[in-house]
C-alpha cells in the first residue's frame, strides 16, 4: 500500500469517528495543505510520502533515540522540536501515532484562540 493510501485510510478512519474538531485536508498547495487538523491546528500530513506528526519534544526524543524516525525540517536546515517523521521501517502503526499526536494537539495551550481565527 502506498504512502498516500495509508494517509487517505487514516483520514477516513478518524473522520468516520466523528472526532471533535477534526478536520481533513485542505485543497490547496504550501505547508498543511495535506494536513489533518484538530481546531484548525494541525497535528498529522503526509510529507514526501511519510507521515509526519506533531508530538511534545520529550517524545520525539524518545521516538528518534529509538530509531522510529527522525524530527521533521521543513527544507529550512533545523529540525523542529515538537515534529516526527515517522521512518519506512519502524514497527509504530500510523493510527496509534496519529491519534497521539491529535490528543497533544488538541490540548495544547491556545485550543481554542486557534480555533477561531
Known amino acids: 500500500m502506498s ?6 485510510d487514516l ?9 471533535d474538531g477534526v478536520e ?20 498529522a500530513m503526509l510529507v514526501r510520502e511519510h507521515l509526519v506528526v506533531k508530538l511534545p519534544k ?21 529540525p523542529m522540536k515538537e515534529w516526527f517523521v515517522l521512518a519506512d521501517d519502524s514497527s509504530l502503526g ?6 497521539e499526536a491529535l490528543t497533544f494537539v488538541d490540548n495544547a495551550p491556545g485550543k481554542k484562540e486557534a480555533g477561531r481565527r
Open 3 to 8: 504512502p498516500e493510501d495509508r494517509f487517505e
Open 11 to 19: 483520514i477516513d478512519e478518524l473522520l468516520a469517528e466523528h472526532l
Open 24 to 43: 481533513p485536508p485542505r485543497p490547496g498547495r504550501g505547508f498543511g495543505s495535506s494536513a489533518l487538523r484538530v481546531h484548525n491546528r494541525i497535528f
Open 58 to 78: 520529550p517524545r520525539v526524543d524518545t521516538l528518534v533515540t529509538e530509531g522510529h524516525g527522525v524530527r521533521f525540517d521543513a527544507n529550512k536546515g533545523t
Open 94 to 99: 500510523w493510527s496509534a501515532l496519529a491519534r
